[in-house]
C-alpha cells in the first residue's frame, strides 16, 4: 500500500468508512462481525443459506453473541449468500474452517473456495485489504492464497490488492477472552497494510495489537500455540496412564508438583475440536513439506488421540475385576458430548470416539449434554436427554467427559443417582467432583482420568 493511500485509509478507518466484509460466519466470522459492525458497515456472507438467514432472524446457531449483541448492529449489517456484495467492500476478512482430511492432512478446500470467491469479487478502484483470520500452516498466504487470488482477480497483489494475515484467538464459551478482549496478532506482505491493519483491529479490540514481521511468523505464532497446549495436555495424559498402573491419582500427583514454583498445571482429558487437535497436523504438514520429521508435535497427537481408548480399557478392567460384569452387557451413560465445556460444538469430540469404540466392545450407550439439542448423526448411542430431560435408567457406569457449568451445579449426587443399586463406576475425567466424592455412597466407585 503506498504511504498517500495509508493516510487516506486511516482517516476512513477514523470515520468508520471503511466498508468490511466477513466471509465465512461460524464460531468466528460471527462474533468478528458483530465487533466491526459496532464501528463498521459490514457485509457478512456465508455459503450456507439456513445459516444467513437465522442471523438475519436474529438468532446466532453458534451461540457465540447473545440476541441483544446481533440487536443492538441489526442495521450495520447485511447477512448475504451473495457474494457479489462484497464488490462494495474495502476489507474483507476470511474466516472459513479449515479441518484435516481423514489423513490429518490440511483440507484447504473451504478456504480455496472461499479465496475463488473474494477474487471474483475484488475492485481494484476499492485497493481491497485481504485479511485471512482462518488458521494456516506457515507459507499458505503467500505460496497458495495469494496467487490463487491474483489468477482469479486477474489483478496484482500489494499493487491492486493488498493482503494481510491476522490468527484469530477467541475461545468459544469463555466469556473472558472475546475477541475484543485478546492481543491481536497482524501481519501483512507489506508495512502499511500492517500499519493499516493496526489501525482497524485497533478501533474495534480493546486489547493490544501485536505486529509480527511477517506473514510467515503470524501463521508460525498461530499454530505453535495451538501445539503447545496439545503437547502439555499430552504430556498430562500420559502421566495420567503412569499413573493409573502405580495405582496413584494424577489430580493428587498434580497437586503436589503444582506447588512447584514454576511447574505449570494441565489437566488429562480427551482433546478434541477444530483448533488445538488439528493445528499441530497443519504444522507437521509443512515441516515434512520442508524435508522435517517433526516428532514431538506428532508423538503428541498420538497420545491424545489414544486418550478415548485408555477410558474404555479402563472402565472395562474396573467393571469386570470390581463386579464381574463384562462390558459387552453394560449399560453406560455418556455426560457431555461437545468437545469441551459450556459450548454446542461437538466437532471432532473424543468423546464420539470413546461412545463408537465403547459400543464395539458391545456396550449399550446412552448420553446426555445440557448444550447439544439432538443426538449427533451416526453414533451409536440408544437413548439421548438433552435439558431439562433426566435418565431414568439405573447405569452400570456414568462417564462425565466435560466440565460443563449445569454439571458442576447440578453435583456429584445427580450422577450417582443415575448408578444401579447394586454398584457401578462413576468416571469423572475432569476431577469436577473431587471434593465431594469424599461423602459418596459407598456402591457407587467413584473415579477420575
Ligand atoms: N472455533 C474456534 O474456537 C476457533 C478459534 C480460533 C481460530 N479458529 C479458526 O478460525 C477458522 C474458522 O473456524 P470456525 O470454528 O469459525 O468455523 P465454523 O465451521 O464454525 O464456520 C465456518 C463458516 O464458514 C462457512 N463457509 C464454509 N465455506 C465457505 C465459503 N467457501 N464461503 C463462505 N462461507 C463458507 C460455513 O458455512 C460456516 O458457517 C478456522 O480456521 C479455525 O481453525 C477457530
Known amino acids: ?58 438468532i446466532d446457531p453458534t451461540k457465540s453473541v447473545t440476541n441483544e449483541d446481533l440487536q443492538a448492529v441489526y442495521a450495520r449489517i447485511r447477512w448475504t449468500t451473495n457474494p457479489e456484495f462484497l464488490r462494495q467492500c474495502s476489507v474483507i476478512l476470511v474466516t472459513v474452517p479449515t479441518p484435516v482430511t481423514p489423513e490429518r492432512l ?37 505460496d497458495v492464497l495469494i496467487p490463487r487470488l491474483e489468477e482469479v482477480s ?20 469463555d466469556p473472558y477472552h472475546r475477541f475484543e478482549t485478546i492481543t491481536k496478532v497482524v501481519s501483512a506482505c507489506d508495512s502499511n497494510t500492517r500499519t493499516f491493519l493496526r489501525h482497524l483491529y485497533g478501533k474495534v479490540i480493546d486489547a493490544p495489537i501485536h505486529e ?20 502439555n495436555i499430552a504430556l498430562i495424559n500420559e502421566m495420567t496412564m503412569i499413573c493409573y498402573r502405580l495405582g496413584i491419582n ?14 505449570h498445571r494441565y489437566v488429562p482429558g480427551l482433546v478434541g475440536g477444530h483448533c488445538v487437535g488439528v493445528d499441530p497436523y497443519y504444522l507437521a504438514y509443512r515441516a515434512y513439506e520442508l524435508g522435517y520429521t517433526p516428532s514431538v508435535i506428532l508423538a503428541g497427537r498420538r497420545v491424545n488421540e489414544d486418550m478415548p481408548y485408555f477410558c474404555v480399557w479402563r472402565i472395562g478392567r474396573t467393571l469386570l475385576e470390581r463386579w464381574g ?15 469441551k465445556e459450556n459450548i454446542n460444538d461437538t466437532r471432532n469430540s473424543l468423546a464420539f470416539t470413546m461412545i463408537r469404540a465403547l459400543s464395539e466392545m458391545g456396550a449399550t450407550i446412552d448420553a446426555m449434554d445440557p448444550f447439544v439439542a439432538r443426538p449427533p448423526q451416526n453414533l451409536p448411542i440408544h437413548d439421548w436427554y438433552t435439558f431439562p430431560e433426566v435418565p431414568q435408567h439405573a447405569y452400570d457406569v456414568v462417564v462425565i467427559t466435560v466440565a460443563h457449568e449445569p454439571f458442576r451445579q447440578w453435583g456429584l449426587s445427580f450422577f ?21 466424592a469424599r461423602s459418596l455412597d459407598t456402591t457407587v466407585h467413584y473415579e477420575t482420568l
Open 416 to 436: 450417582a443417582q443415575r448408578i444401579q443399586r447394586d454398584g457401578g463406576l462413576l468416571l469423572d475425567m475432569k476431577g469436577i467432583y473431587r471434593t465431594e
Open 212 to 231: 509480527a514481521p511477517s506473514v510467515e511468523v503470524a501463521e508460525a505464532a498461530k499454530v505453535l500455540e495451538n501445539t503447545q497446549r496439545d503437547l
Open 106 to 142: 490440511p483440507d484447504l478446500s473451504a478456504l480455496l473456495q472461499a479465496t475463488q470467491t473474494v477474487g471474483q469479487n475484488l475492485q481494484k478502484d476499492r485497493q481491497p485489504v485481504i485479511v485471512y483470520e482462518s488458521t494456516v500452516y506457515p507459507g499458505c498466504t503467500h
Open 1 to 58: 500500500m503506498q504511504s498517500e493511500q495509508l493516510q487516506a485509509r486511516l482517516r476512513a478507518v477514523e470515520l468508520g468508512k471503511e466498508v468490511v466484509g466477513v466471509v465465512g460466519l461460524g464460531y468466528v466470522g460471527i462474533p468478528v462481525a458483530v465487533a466491526f459492525a459496532r464501528y463498521f458497515p459490514v457485509i457478512a456472507y456465508d455459503i450456507n443459506p439456513k445459516r444467513v438467514e437465522e442471523l438475519a432472524r436474529g
Open 154 to 173: 486477474h489483478l496484482k497483489a500489494c499493487e491492486d490488492f493488498h493482503v494481510g494475515y491476522s490468527p484469530e484467538r477467541l475461545n468459544p464459551g
Open 325 to 339: 460384569r463384562p462390558l459387552q452387557k453394560a449399560r453406560i451413560l455418556v455426560c457431555g458430548v461437545t468437545f
Open 250 to 263: 494424577i489430580y493428587d500427583v498434580l497437586d503436589a508438583a503444582a506447588t512447584k514454583w514454576n511447574f
